[in-house]
């Protein structure tokens, strides 16, 4: 019999290591209620999510937010302005998600969201100008 749970990502917003770790009881809280107990975690590499909790079982996968690297990379981040928001959305449709949820009050986010075809899109607001 299949988990009838919805196979869920959530989106962490923001930049930093101590960001995500404040994150951490909420991404397991909806883990909890998402297929297999798992969720795919998006977030930005200088989060380090990959090593902090990318092992954790209530972890499905990692996927790379690169939307702003840091300066002293000196680069443009694969998913910067809005072509790299549709290509980043294109490679979230790819994987069949049921429903995402957006730790993210910017507006951006929420039509990142929105491109990507996921049914069941869930946040916390948002805020224009931020």
């Known amino acids: 019999m299949s988990d009838p749970?919805?196979?869920?990502?959530?989106?962490?917003?923001?930049?930093?290591?101590?960001?995500?770790?404040w994150h951490i009881p909420y991404f397991?809280?909806?883990?909890e209620q998402s297929q297999g107990?798992?969720?795919?975690?998006?977030?930005?590499?200088?989060?380090?999510?990959?090593?902090?909790?990318?092992?954790?079982?209530?972890v499905a996968e990692i996927i790379d937010h690169d939307h702003r690297p840091r300066r002293?990379?000196?680069?443009?981040?694969?998913?910067?302005?809005?072509l790299g928001m549709w290509r980043f959305a294109q490679e979230l449709k790819q994987r069949d998600f049921d429903r995402i949820v957006l730790f993210s009050g910017r507006v951006s986010?929420?039509?990142l969201a929105w491109m990507t075809g996921i049914?069941?899109?869930i946040g916390y607001g948002y805020q224009i100008g931020r």
């Open 72 to 82: 002293s990379e000196k680069r443009k981040g694969r998913h910067a302005g809005l």
């Open 37 to 58: 107990g798992q969720v795919s975690v998006i977030a930005q590499p200088s989060t380090l999510a990959r090593q902090l909790i990318g092992h954790e079982p209530w």
């Open 109 to 111: 986010r929420g039509l």
């Open 119 to 121: 049914p069941v899109r």
């Open 5 to 21: 749970r919805p196979k869920t990502v959530v989106l962490h917003q923001f930049t930093g290591i101590g960001d995500l770790v």
């Open 28 to 31: 397991k809280a909806v883990a």
